[in-house]
Structures are given as structure tokens and as C-alpha cells.
């Protein structure tokens, strides 16, 4: 499986959230697109690709359950690509 292609949208609203992306992920059985992917910045001013999910409540706190899991060669050439187009 490889990555075909990378759209991202900046976000700057001065929140965490600091854009969007969407990637396409050729196969044997066809291409795969997974969007909602969310690019996160961390209270220490770095960032993170955080792949869809959803959350829940449980004992008052909220916990997030992954959508999605890739292979980490793969999550780190989409990383590395989000990246590049948010010029980060």
C-alpha cells in the first residue's frame, strides 16, 4: 500500500486544531481515501496526524477509540506529507 496523494486544509482559528487532511492509499483491490484526518498541536508547540476517531464517555472522563490503524511506515510518509503542506 502506498500514498498516492495528500489534501490538507489550514486551520487558523487559533485553537489546537490546526488543519485537515484527507490521503489516498492505492491497493491491490483499488485506491483507499481516509479524510477527517486532524493535525494537532500539543501544548509544547509541536504537532501531530491524528487518523479518525470517536469518542466516548466513560467515568466522566472522555476516551478516544481509533477508526483506522496503519502500518507505522506508512503513518509516518503521511505525517512527513501533512507536514510539508501545512509547512511545518
Known sequence: MNLTSVRVWPIQNGGSLIGSA???LDSDSGDIAISRIRVVRRK??????ALPSESYEKDG???YVELIRLPSRLMKEIEFRVFKELGL
Open 61 to 63: 472522563e472522555t476516551h
Open 22 to 24: 484527507t490521503v489516498v
Open 44 to 49: 509544547d508547540g509541536g504537532a501531530f496526524v
